[in-house]
């Protein structure tokens, strides 16, 4: 394969989806942090909100938001404008602080709230024909981990922690990998210790959500079953 700073944007986002080390993530961070983080500046300023541990946050909320799904975003809209991803990542980007930025106007006014192996709860890598059994199957499968991961995830770190944890089980990148991005601000040991005990959290989430789940359908089937006849 080609150094990654001599490809194509376009390359680089397959590359990105494809490839297991951090050679690809670190270019792809290298072009466009700045429009990423740029875009999401003029957003905060907007709102008036530019504290920096926020933008950090967003910046972070946005490679998520790339990344998921072998980057299915960035992937299906670099294959029909691969002259526009530049444009697309910071339209993204500007979203991603909309939506923060619009969440935290409207709590504050009162509107209310919106390497340990998963088994049984890591969807298989690869792919999966669209529409069919295994894709719904996966897509309620990937629902249920994210929203896991979701409640797991607290503290100053849970964007960079949902992001580690993406980076691992669905990139297929390594801890020292991941720990060589620039954005993680971690050592090979600390990601490893982060999807571990992301793993453990999430893999007790879903096991208690499940049990509860089961514990409630055995009780309706109880409440409907007809009375006897005597």
């Known amino acids: 394969m080609p150094r990654p700073s001599s490809i194509s944007d376009e390359e680089l986002i397959l590359a990105c989806a494809q490839a297991n080390d951090g050679a690809a993530w670190n270019e792809f961070v290298a072009r466009f942090h700045r429009p990423i983080a740029l875009s999401i500046l003029r957003t905060a300023y907007q709102w008036g909100a530019v504290a920096q541990q926020s933008v950090d946050d967003l910046v972070q909320e946005t490679y998520l938001k790339l990344c998921t799904n072998q980057c299915r975003l960035l992937r299906d809209f670099a294959g029909q404008h691969p002259e526009a991803i530049v444009p697309y990542i910071k339209t993204v980007a500007a979203n991603v602080a909309r939506d923060h930025f ?50 797991c995830s607290e503290g100053p770190d849970r964007v960079r922690d949902r992001l580690i944890f993406w980076l691992y089980y669905q990139q297929g990148m390594s801890a020292t990998a991941i720990a060589a991005l620039p954005t993680i601000g971690l050592t090979s040991k600390g990601v490893e210790s982060a999807i571990y005990r992301l793993t453990r959290l999430v893999r007790e989430r879903i096991a208690t959500l499940r049990s509860e789940s089961a514990a409630s359908a055995q009780q309706k089937e109880k409440g409907i079953r007809p009375a006897e006849s005597y």
């Open 102 to 151: 619009k969440a935290l106007h409207s709590q504050k006014r009162g509107a209310g709230e919106a390497a340990q192996s998963l088994d049984d709860c890591e969807p298989e890598a690869g792919s999966v024909q669209a529409g069919g059994q295994d894709a719904m199957e996966r897509e309620v499968l990937l629902g249920e981990i994210n929203h896991a991961l979701e409640a």
